[in-house]
């Protein structure tokens, strides 16, 4: 039972985290009140006509700047790649970065949608996940390096140029600080990279990252100062002719935007950054330049540099999607490969939150007068309103969808590819409007090859719906309702009779739009508060495993899964019930011992068990963890929004064509020896053969256990139960008719994989007992037509205890050094490197930060048999 004390601080996290994506809100909100006092008494069809008088010039140079900015953006992934020791081909890397910055640079969270396209891409083309992750961190420490260097500088330097900071209520003279301070950091890391440049590697997160040469660091530094000088051209040639801005001062305003939008975590620092530009720039421009003109060049802005790389990276994602669905059906994709398709869900979902965004947009502001010339003359009113009203209901639902893309849902990706279809049409009858047409068909051909991608079969009304999503949705709307006061002439607007039914009645019709809109979300909601609770199946543990659980561990293709017959884990099985998560529960810890376990062609069932246990331990205030996973799936667990920390690397011994020739095995073809000499023998006893056996084994057991004064561990091992060994079949050494040591053996009938469990002896056993009867092992498991012999991982070896690790591996890592001590985990690496392994890496998934260290300590509690067991014997 929690302490009182705990409990408080466990409700006050919670409302933490419940808060922090409404304080993003929060900053939205205020920055669309602060354009709206600034534009206030500016029309939309002033706004548009400013637009429509850009000069060509000025469109020119702000494309040509933006092609510039994305050919320097492909920069980052060069360095990289160079950094990460990759280099895959100009037009590939071009591609992914591309693809990356179309889509970050749009939705903003960089390590959320830049971080899953390239892995998509640069895995499907040989790369590790290690490397991809080198590649992603690089580019992103890049990306603020030269943002902190050029604010730095120019905070520094120029902020006497900048009047007061416009309107703001900031002094010049208070941002110099800020400004030494970006600078000293950036002084920092290159003292600190000219200090380790002797030093090879620092490992973080139990994954090796090369420390960059000074060389390399100082072209990070240029390269992302250029980028962020390119960058601010792009909308400098767009503001209005004779504005008498110098470019030092127009990028100052620039850079200091930019931080205000990462700060607010608000997508595409969409709001805030208008709202610092509007507040520096506005004050400095001739009084014959009007908000008007400032707030079209804005406009332009977004629309040249973010939503027209965003609909060309949904087109080229859509043609990479079929032509990688034509090479599907001409060979098998490589595990990696298979697990980077996994990230386009984000993406997609993404673009499908956009897209309603778009159409509510559209239904605010008031239509252009071409438009209602070409509707006057096709269509009767009747049509016309109906059509507005409905494109705003379709993009309010596509603003729910999206959430359920993002959660996988098929439901959520039939009814959107037909809100898609439907929006389509309506964009064309409201006036032939071939913006919102065109992106929502480009979307919709990038959706359709992604079928797969959509395989959870739940509804729409019963998956929890995070705060973050909520307050996305919110301030969808509340972006209409700002469009709808800017756009039609200031708040009044919303005293219009909204019932009002004429061809000419913008605010009407924006206003039933909104309202339409808002009511829709508000029924969703409610019907989400109003539904019924449908618990998860959960079997707990009650000794033997349900048939269906043994049934699906002896098909799998891992012989861990067979530790599933311990009866000491919960199992979540699938809906078929032929797959299942085994997990047991630990502190605030939802530990999945590995994968999900079932037929290697069921990835499908995988998937969905994933979300499944990440939700199950979510609605219960919990941590999800996957202990022990394989690289083949790692795709799965990073679209879930788990991060992944290296746990150390699976002895795998590949069993056919073994011999015992070579120097390499004379150590153990002298055991072999020594035992026929001393009359040892071996015998492989079926699992319905170990009954008469199980007295000799638990004084065997007893013996060991009681000489190194340990006790029993568990999960990840098994411990000796009778019920459990008689379910798996036993090797034994033998003296004659006495038993002198034994393994318990991990043989699914799927004749894949290999292993041992617990192995114990006698203390006067023959010397090289456990050798020998590995050996016997090895070619009987050859013999069956076994792939490989698993000699397992000693659970979370390979952390990183260094000075310059993270503070929180560190922690963790300190207390499952002192938990390995006593089970003698750091000894097993040695002891089996000497039978000639592969390695394979494995990873533990699960949320990051601050909550590692405790999630550690709860797995090594799980392992150990409770807190006890990982400070006493």
Same mark, same amino acid.
């Given at each position: ?342 990230? #386009? ?373 098994? #411990? ?69 012999? #698993? ?83």
């Amino acid at each position: 039972m929690q302490a009182p004390g705990h409990a408080l601080i466990e409700r006050g996290r919670r409302l933490f985290q419940a808060i922090v994506p409404f304080l993003g809100l929060l900053l939205f909100g205020a920055a669309l009140f602060v354009l709206q006092r600034e534009l206030a008494g500016i029309s939309w069809r002033e706004v548009g006509a400013a637009a429509a008088l850009t000069p060509g010039l000025s469109l020119l140079l702000a494309g040509l700047f933006t092609t510039l900015s994305f050919a320097v953006l492909t920069g980052y992934d060069k360095l990289a790649l160079e950094y990460a020791g990759e280099s895959p081909s100009r037009i590939r890397r071009i591609l992914a970065s591309f693809l990356g910055f179309s889509f970050s640079n749009a939705l903003g969270m960089p390590l959320v949608t830049g971080a899953p396209i390239r892995y998509r891409l640069y895995s499907a083309w040989g790369l590790s996940a290690d490397q991809v992750l080198r590649v992603v961190a690089f580019g992103t420490f890049t990306f603020w390096l030269g943002l902190l260097g050029v604010a730095g500088a120019l905070f520094l330097l120029l902020p006497g140029s900048v009047p007061s900071w416009g309107e703001m209520p900031v002094p010049a003279g208070s941002v110099r600080p800020v400004g030494g301070l970006f600078l000293v950091l950036v002084l920092v890391y290159l003292g600190w990279i000219w200090r380790e440049r002797g030093r090879k590697v620092l490992q973080m997160a139990g994954i090796d990252f090369p420390i960059p040469s000074p060389s390399l660091a100082l072209r990070q530094l240029g390269l992302a100062g250029v980028d962020w000088v390119v960058a601010g051209l792009v909308l400098f040639v767009l503001l209005p002719q004779g504005h008498g801005v110098s470019f030092p001062v127009f990028l100052t305003a620039f850079t200091a935007a930019h931080l205000a939008g990462q700060i607010s975590r608000v997508p595409g620092g969409l709001g805030v950054m208008e709202a610092v530009l509007v507040l520096v720039l506005a004050p400095l421009l001739p009084a014959t330049v009007g908000g008007e003109v400032l707030l079209a060049s804005l406009l332009l802005w977004r629309a040249i540099y973010y939503l027209g790389p965003l609909v060309l990276g949904i087109l080229l994602l859509g043609a990479w999607e079929i032509r990688t669905r034509r090479q599907e059906m001409r060979r098998t994709v490589d595990a990696m490969g298979r697990g980077a398709r996994l990230a #386009s869900p984000l993406l997609l979902a993404g673009g499908t939150f956009l897209a309603g965004v778009l159409l509510l947009a559209y239904g605010a502001v008031p239509t252009a007068p071409r438009h209602l010339a070409w509707v006057e003359g096709f269509l009767p009113i009747t049509a016309f309103e109906v059509s507005h009203f409905l494109a705003s209901l379709v993009g309010a639902g596509l603003l729910v969808l999206a959430w359920g893309l993002m959660q996988r849902l098929d439901t959520a990706y039939h009814l959107t590819l037909v809100l898609l279809v439907v929006g389509i049409l309506l964009s064309l009858v409201r006036g032939f409007e071939l913006l919102p047409a065109v992106t929502l068909t480009l979307l919709l051909v990038a959706l359709i090859p992604a079928r797969k991608e959509f395989f959870r079969e739940a509804s729409l009304r019963v998956e929890p719906l995070s705060s973050g999503w909520i307050a996305l949705i919110a301030g969808g709307v509340m972006a209409a309702v700002w469009v709808v006061t800017v756009a039609q002439g200031g708040a009044a607007v919303l005293t219009e009779r909204w019932w009002s039914f004429t061809l000419t009645g913008d605010a009407p019709r924006s206003l039933r739009a909104l309202t339409g809109a808002s009511a829709l979300l508000l029924l969703f909601g409610a019907s989400r508060l109003l539904r019924p609770s449908v618990p998860e199946e959960l079997v707990r543990p009650t000794g033997a495993p349900p048939p269906e659980v043994e049934k699906a561990a002896r098909e799998s293709e891992r012989a861990s899964a067979l530790l599933a017959l311990t009866g000491d884990k919960n199992f979540l099985l699938s809906r078929s019930r032929r797959s299942f998560v085994m997990y047991g529960v630990e502190g605030r810890s939802w530990v999945s011992l590995g994968d999900p376990v079932g037929r290697p062609e069921d990835d499908e069932e995988r998937a969905e068990l994933i979300w499944r246990f990440r939700k199950l331990a979510f609605r219960q205030g919990g941590w999800p963890v996957f202990y022990q996973i394989r690289p083949r799936h790692l795709g799965l667990y990073l679209d879930a929004g788990l991060s992944l920390l290296k746990l150390g690397e699976e002895a795998r011994i590949a069993l056919p064509g073994l011999t015992l020739e070579g120097g390499r095995w004379k150590e153990f073809r002298q055991t072999l020896n020594r035992a026929e000499r001393e009359g040892v023998t071996f015998r492989y006893l079926e699992s319905d053969e170990v009954e008469p056996f199980l007295p000799a084994l638990r004084e065997i057991s007893d013996e060991w256990m009681g000489a190194r004064k340990a006790r029993e561990k568990g999960f990840s091992v098994g #411990s000796f139960d009778p019920s459990y060994l008689r379910r798996t079949p036993v090797g034994v050494a033998l003296r004659g008719d006495r038993v002198e040591g034994f393994v318990n053996v991990l043989a699914p009938d799927r004749r894949d994989e290999l292993s041992a469990d617990l192995m114990r002896y006698r203390s006067d056993a023959m010397k090289g007992v456990m050798e020998f009867l590995f050996v016997q092992l090895l070619l009987r498991g050859r013999d069956q037509g076994y792939q490989h012999f #698993s000699l397992g991982m000693a659970p979370l070896s390979g952390l990183d205890t260094r000075p310059l690790a993270p503070l929180w591996n560190r922690l963790g890592t300190a207390v499952f050094r002192h938990g390995e001590h006593f089970y003698n985990f750091q000894g097993l690496r040695s002891y089996k490197e000497k039978f000639g392994p592969e390695w394979e890496p494995r990873y533990l998934a699960c949320p990051g930060g601050l909550a590692l260290p405790r999630i550690l300590a709860n797995v090594g509690a799980l392992i150990s048999g409770g807190l006890g067991g990982l400070v006493r014997r």
